[in-house]
């Protein structure tokens, strides 16, 4: 080894030879140095912003702490308090409502507008409705929000104008608590329906049309086909899809944040709302990290659970 | 000939009961109201923003009635700071966007092309870091910004900084990075390059298709954040555009409904232009896996 020699006599001769450009050891001593100095700033900028933080809120979680007073540690007492909050149940109610909600009729008509689209004869037109569809995912989750809450007005709002002209009582769209979290679930459809299509889009449009004519040729038309054909085919664009909605559903924040400000009572309020409200309006830093811990499991957990499940329905041809 | 062979395919395919004509009529007809569904409101913003104030606000709704009335753009700069939002969230936007691009392309490079020792380990602490929402993290970055550490709350800074670091940057980038023969980078090793020229001049051009997705995320998803500013930032003089339309609509929604929907359209046409230009970078990008909120 020609370079194994020169690199040892290099190391010899100065410090600065150990890692010279002009032997195979020089160079590899400067990758694996440029690599280091490469990594830091990311490395520090996520250990102090996200992997830090997150340790610190474990750690919060088991403190009383409020800006004005030093950091009491009080065990699982903020765990306990959870349990024991009589607004949580309605709040995590409100949560999982809304992330069931969304997700499957997000879900549902996300592939039927992909299914559909690509099947239209006009490109232009199906160009025009991809772009209709994808306009609210551009648009700031403030911008939707502001919007809708005029569009759902009770007295004077467009939506309740027609319900009444096709004889349908005036609506209490974000009034009544018995109706809110379904005006949320529609807010967050609509904001989010682009973007679930899009992903499906991609996996549609790949779909292998050999294997969609087969099925034709066996008889399968219609429904029987998108059943055991077409959606086994785009199974793990669902399983992705899903999940990646499942999560953005469950911290849904500024839509009912504007729309609402969670009420009527606590009629729309979302777990992650409420963790905003402990912690920067009530200034309760380690009962607010005990709820930010909770939707964080909860959302592994769902996750997890979504994972395992799909071993059942998911199908990797 | 192939006029036959083209009868043939059609007849077996009218048995989908999608292919009849009424099947394909409803199917349009589906697709186009839930079209009509997702542009109506958009349509109803922009028309009313244009109209005067006494007519703005209409029983029966008016979705396309143009009175080029820019008097309530106006009202959007008397009423707040308008000016001063919107270069506000540039600067908020832009900013994570630069830094982000930096950081996310020397530890892209790191991760795809370098070894050393305990790069597979240091790549999955970065992968794992993907997995925790922003809602766990705020209240310690709250802390470590607030007066006792880094006193850079109600400053853009504290916007910036933090959305600066994305495993899911270094992730799309590293991915880049790893499609670029590694013959490259021999040949420019032969002809006298050092190492940075070699992640500057060759490697970091073949990346560009990867840091145009980045960058069109990250300022989509900046420009549109209303979460961080609303903990972060309480003075109107270092709001975004997000906290500025919420502003114009006052908290019980005293804000005239036309300045409001001016103040809207203002804010939307910069991720608009992004879209018209940045089309297939972004679209790409989503389907990738997006970065949300």
Do not use: C
């Not at chain 1, 904001?191 to 889009?201: E, R, W």
């Amino acid at each position: 080894m020609a370079s194994e020699t020169l690199a040892t006599r290099e190391r010899r001769g100065s410090l600065l030879g150990w890692f010279r450009a002009d032997t195979f050891e020089g160079v590899r001593r400067q990758r694996a140095i440029l690599g280091y100095l490469f990594l830091l700033p990311a490395f520090i900028g996520l250990v102090a912003f996200v992997v830090g933080p997150m340790f610190v809120s474990f750690g919060l979680s088991f403190y009383r702490w409020n800006i004005f007073k030093p950091p009491d540690p009080i065990g699982i007492a903020n765990f306990q308090r959870l349990l024991t909050d009589s607004r949580l149940p309605g709040i995590y109610g409100n949560t999982m409502l809304l992330v069931v909600g969304t997700v499957v009729i997000t879900q549902v008509l996300a592939i039927a507008l992909a299914l559909g689209v690509t099947q239209l004869r006009s490109r232009k037109f199906a160009y025009f409705l991809r772009t209709a569809w994808f306009l609210p995912v551009l648009m700031s989750g403030a911008a939707v929000g502001v919007t809708l809450s005029y569009l759902f007005q009770r007295e004077f709002g467009p939506i309740n104008y027609y319900l009444g002209v096709l004889g349908i009582d005036r609506i209490p769209w974000m009034t009544s608590a018995s109706t809110v979290m379904y005006t949320i679930i529609i807010t967050a459809v609509w904001k989010n329906l682009g973007f679930i299509f899009v992903i499906y889009l991609g996996g549609v449009v790949s779909l292998p049309q050999e294997i969609l004519d087969a099925a034709d040729v066996d008889g399968a038309h219609g429904w029987r086909r998108l059943w055991t054909v077409t959606l086994p085919l785009i199974s793990p664009i669902m399983l992705f899809a899903t999940v990646i909605n499942v999560i953005g559903a469950m911290q849904i924040f500024d839509e009912p944040q504007i729309m609402t400000r969670g009420g009527p009572g606590d009629g729309s309020r979302t777990a992650v709302m409420y963790m905003y409200e402990v912690a920067f309006k009530e200034q309760e830093f380690g009962y607010g990290s005990a709820i930010a811990v909770t939707l964080f499991i909860a959302i592994l957990i769902v996750t997890g659970i979504q994972f395992a499940l799909s071993r059942r329905w998911v199908f990797y041809g | 000939m192939s006029g036959t062979t083209t009868t043939t395919v059609q007849e077996r395919h009218t048995v989908n009961p999608l292919d009849r004509p009424w099947g394909r009529w409803i199917q349009m007809a589906f697709l186009f109201f839930i079209g009509l569904l997702t542009l109506m409101p958009l349509l109803w913003v922009i028309s009313t923003s244009f109209r005067t104030l006494r007519d703005s606000f209409t029983v029966p709704p008016v979705w396309i009635h143009f009175d080029f009335d820019f008097s309530n753009y106006q009202s959007v700069f008397d009423t707040i700071p308008f000016l001063n939002m919107l270069r506000n969230s540039f600067a908020y936007a832009g900013g994570a966007v630069l830094g982000g691009a930096v950081t996310s392309a020397l530890a892209g490079y790191a991760f795809a092309r370098l070894q050393f020792r305990g790069r597979d380990v240091l790549f999955w602490v970065v992968l794992s870091t993907m997995m925790v929402p922003g809602q766990m993290t705020i209240i310690p970055v709250y802390i470590l910004m607030g007066v006792k550490y880094l006193n850079l709350v109600n400053t853009l800074w504290s916007l910036i900084i933090p959305s600066i670091f994305t495993a899911f940057g270094i992730f799309l980038l590293r991915q880049y990075f790893r499609q670029v023969p590694g013959d490259y980078e021999e040949s420019a090793l032969i002809d006298g390059a050092n190492q940075w020229q070699i992640f500057r001049r060759i490697y970091l051009p073949l990346a560009a298709p990867g840091i145009a997705i980045l960058s069109i995320l990250t300022f989509n998803s900046r420009w549109n954040d209303y979460f961080t500013p609303l903990v972060f930032i309480n003075s109107q003089q270092a709001m975004p555009i997000t906290m500025g339309i919420v502003e114009l609509q006052g908290e019980w929604s005293t804000g005239s409904i036309a300045v409001v929907f001016a103040g809207i359209v203002l804010s939307v046409i910069p991720v608009i232009v992004v879209y018209i230009f940045g089309q297939r970078y972004l679209l790409e990008g989503l389907m990738m896996g997006g970065i949300k909120g």
